[in-house]
């Protein structure tokens, strides 16, 4: 409920949209034509997600398998670690570009330390990538930079980290055979592959986080307007600067998973990873412009991508360059759906 | 009060005693410039020979022509992800119409460009979205699409007229740096001696203001993010005849990073407002002199993009200084 009151927030009009408290004062009886789409912005995503999958369903037999829904959750949930981050930048009205190298950092980082157990392995990309992300919130934060130049700029120290790290890229990482580091990304319980449980029970922390603790109710009043946040007297800085941390701890842990599941440290991976994880998190009805969103609509946009690549996949007559037009045609669909419902309640 | 980092140095805020971050932020990435070019004067060998200055200037022409459209979008308060994606559409339509002759395949990969300006400039300016959401999902969507009027195929390019182009010069100098050099002035000129570069200004610096004041400001938007996907249509075509190949899959990969690298290391706040378009080339140099000097100097790529890396948030940081003043 509470999360929908932000949305007239308008970016051209730089109004400060109404706190997330006055939510309910406002809802309290919304039109019709209102309440339909507050449900079309919030669980809009998840329709389309569950009508592809009806439908691919039908048309193709090998789709609808326990063995191919496996493939894709597992593919989906590295992506979806690296989102949950992003979900919580980006409801503060931030963002974070450096999420994609900061994952291939965590892996190659993983990769390496496995050697020494897994504990070391887990420890290291999350000191490391966690040191990037209080780098990243301390400059936005605390020097006032804008966060778009500050998560560009490690992007590009995190990726050069990597490079010195494996002499330029030409050694790689291998994780130990048969450790338990690589039992984590490779083993499953009743099926279910670590990875995703991993995912899943990281949605279920943030959902919680965001929805029922005062930390979860400061993000959204920074995301719609970080000045009346500051008069009424909430830690802005320290949630911003948390944020920004989190999504560092986040990614470094989604590229140490990978590297367990792949068993070595791929230097070459993550790059254009941060654009998929803003692209997951829009398509779920989080608002760039921060102050709203939730983490189940970034699960289901994240699933939606996902899906759309294995149908592309299944297709198999089409090459894999659809995927991306298809990604970019979903993009455009939702985000003008969103603003035009957006308007729509404005004026209702 | 942005706005008047535009003017020339004469026209600013006469200060009583000039502050170093003032100072810096002014004439920084010049003097930038300069310090790195006495460097390797001194310390580098054969760093300052026609040769090598030949080189570094062809490879940094596309980035200047691409930089210069982003520092349209970005003294509106835009961004502008998709160029990149442009690139590829521009050089993955030029094979497919060759065979018409070189103006209309030219003519064509131009109208990609605008057509990909158009998409973000209407989603932008008439539906209202966020720069970086609007053009995200060119980026995302403009490669695929290029790819697959490509077939996902790399073509070699064989035409001669094309291929001069990119390695044609006149008097000496190469023909990409000539129409680098001409844009970066065609530009500066649209900015400090147009209607419309006043009109880019005033909508960056406040939106409200400029429509109250009747400024036609979708129109306006438009425009920009159509010039935007030109320029990036133009250094895609350049950047596929020097490479005598069209590679949809990896040419003007991460353009859109090295542009706004460029124009925010050049003194253009991200928040509009201003466009500093000498600064855009000089940062555009910064970048690729520090590069080249890293590399001459045996140091690997890691450290190079460490030290760009250090070089932004330098930049930003100094800018910030300035403001909050």
């Known amino acids: 409920m509470k999360l929908s009151s932000s949305l007239a927030a308008s970016p051209a009009a730089g109004s400060a949209p109404p706190s997330p408290e006055n939510a309910d004062a406002h809802g309290a009886r919304p039109s019709g034509r209102e309440r339909i789409a507050e449900l079309v912005q919030r669980q809009g995503v998840l329709a389309v997600l569950l009508l592809v999958i009806v439908i691919a369903s039908f048309v193709y037999p090998t789709f609808a398998t326990l063995d191919n829904a496996r493939g894709v959750t597992v593919q989906a949930s590295f992506l979806a670690i690296v989102a949950l981050g992003m979900t919580l930048v980006i409801i503060t009205g931030g963002i ?20 020494w157990g897994v504990l070391p392995a887990l420890l290291v990309p999350l000191v490391v990538c966690g040191g990037i992300g209080l780098i990243n919130g301390l400059l936005i934060a605390r020097a006032g930079m804008a966060p778009f130049i500050v998560t560009l700029a490690s992007l590009l120290g995190a990726r050069g980290l990597l490079l010195a790290l494996t002499d330029e890229g030409a050694t790689t990482y291998l994780v130990p055979k048969g450790s338990f580091f690589a039992e984590l990304g490779q083993g499953s319980v009743w099926g279910f592959g670590y990875p995703i449980l991993i995912a899943l029970a990281l949605f279920g922390a943030g959902g919680l986080v965001l929805q029922r603790t005062s930390f979860g109710q400061t993000l959204f009043a920074v995301g719609g307007s970080s000045d009346a946040a500051t008069l009424m007297g909430l830690p802005v800085a320290r949630a911003k600067i948390m944020v920004y941390l989190l999504s560092g701890l986040l990614a470094g842990l989604a590229g140490a998973v990978n590297a367990a599941r792949l ?10 990873m941060e654009l998929d994880a803003i692209a997951a998190v829009v398509i779920g009805g989080t608002l760039l412009v921060g102050g709203a969103g939730s983490v189940s609509g970034t699960l289901w946009g994240v699933l939606l991508l996902a899906v759309i690549q294995n149908l592309i996949n299944q297709i198999g007559s089409l090459n894999s360059s659809y995927q991306s037009v298809v990604s970019g045609g979903f993009l455009i669909l939702v985000v003008v759906a969103q603003r035009y419902l957006a308007r729509s309640r404005r004026t209702a | ?51 090598n200055l030949r080189t570094q200037l062809i490879q940094v022409a596309p980035i200047v022509i691409v930089a210069l459209g982003m520092a349209l979008v970005i003294g509106t308060e835009g961004v502008d992800l998709s160029v990149g994606s442009a690139m ?21 990969a131009l109208l990609a460009g605008a057509v990909v300006g158009a998409v973000n400039g209407a989603l932008v300016s008439v539906v209202g979205l966020q720069p970086i959401v609007a053009t ?17 195929q790399l073509k070699q390019i064989v035409n001669p007229d094309l291929l001069a182009l990119g390695t044609g010069s006149v008097l000496g100098v190469p023909l990409v740096v000539v129409i680098a050099a001409a844009l970066a002035l065609a530009v500066a000129f649209l900015v400090h001696r147009t209607t419309f570069g006043r009109q880019i200004v005033a909508i960056g610096g406040n939106r409200s203001a400029a429509a109250l004041a009747g400024l036609p400001v979708k129109r306006v938007l438009t425009g920009v993010y159509v010039l935007c996907g030109v320029l990036a249509a133009l250094a895609g075509i350049l950047a596929t005849a020097r490479l005598t190949a069209s590679d949809p899959s990896s040419l003007g990969n991460l353009m859109e990073l090295s542009a706004i690298t460029a124009v925010v290391v050049g003194g253009t706040p991200l928040s509009g407002g201003s466009v500093r378009v000498l600064g855009t080339v000089a940062g555009a140099l910064l970048m690729q002199l520090l590069r080249a000097t890293l590399v001459k100097h045996d140091l690997p790529d890691s450290t190079a993009q460490m030290a760009q890396a250090a070089i932004i948030i330098a930049a930003v940081y100094v800018a910030r200084e300035r403001r909050s003043r």
């Open chain 2, 88 to 108: 590829a559409l521009a050089a993955a339509l030029l094979p497919l119409y060759l065979g018409y002759g070189l103006v209309p395949a030219l003519l064509v």
């Open chain 1, 96 to 115: 974070d570009l450096s999420v994609g190298s900061v994952f291939a950092l965590g892996g190659v980082l993983a990769a390496w330390a496995s050697q």
């Open chain 2, 136 to 152: 995200l999902a060119l980026f995302v969507g403009g490669r695929g699409i290029a790819l697959v009027m490509a077939d996902g």
């Open chain 2, 1 to 51: 009060m942005t706005t008047q980092a535009t003017a020339p140095a004469a026209q600013a805020r006469p200060a009583s005693r000039p502050s170093l971050p003032a100072w810096l932020q002014e004439y920084g990435v010049y003097a930038a410039v300069a310090a790195l070019l006495l460097f390797n004067a001194v310390f580098t060998d054969h760093f300052l020979t026609t040769d």
């Open chain 1, 263 to 272: 068993s070595s440290g791929v230097t070459i991976i993550g790059a254009g």
